[in-house]
């Protein structure tokens, strides 16, 4: 436990002043009467000083333990604060990973889309490069009835 020794011994100062006091008056007899109730009196307030200052000294020591306590959770309420921070850090790193890999199979969509529309048989390529040159006539491959055609 802490104890703050200047903090008792100036509230208990007049308690070494008591007992000679108190010695004086006892061997003053009844002259001394009236004295030894003053000294009886500031006996009672230095032992009330003293246990004032036992009293501050457990405040003193209480305060200094929630101060401890306060800075130990102040390290914990800024350690989750970091966890936070590096979560949040990781969440955009990953969101910036997902945005290029999303732009990456749009752009790879658009190429099977546009290689899904070229013609997909030789019949359909063959009419398109004829139909190019200006000639379907006279050859078979090249006719524009599509139920003449035979798959092989």
């Not at 929630?66 to 390290?75: D, F, K, M, R």
């Not at 990973?97 to 390529?125: F, M």
Request: with cysteine; charged share 20%.
């Amino acid at each position: 436990m802490f104890f703050n020794k200047s903090i008792f011994y100036k509230l208990a100062l007049p308690v070494p002043i008591v007992f000679p006091v108190c010695m004086v008056a006892a061997r003053a007899g009844d002259s001394g009467n009236g004295f030894a109730v003053v000294a009886q009196e500031v006996r009672e307030l230095a032992q009330r000083s003293a246990s004032a200052a036992m009293e501050i000294n457990d405040y003193v020591v209480a305060i200094v333990a929630t101060a401890g306590e306060q800075s130990v959770e102040l390290q914990e309420i800024n350690q989750s604060i970091n966890n936070i921070d590096q979560g949040t850090r990781q969440n955009s790193a990953v969101a910036e990973q997902s945005t290029a890999a999303s732009y990456s199979l749009n752009k790879e969509v658009k190429k099977i889309n546009d290689v899904r529309s070229q013609p997909s048989t030789a019949h359909e390529l063959t009419r398109k490069v004829a139909s190019s040159f200006g000639r379907t006539e006279g050859n078979a491959a090249l006719a524009t009835n599509d139920e003449s055609w035979e798959e092989f």
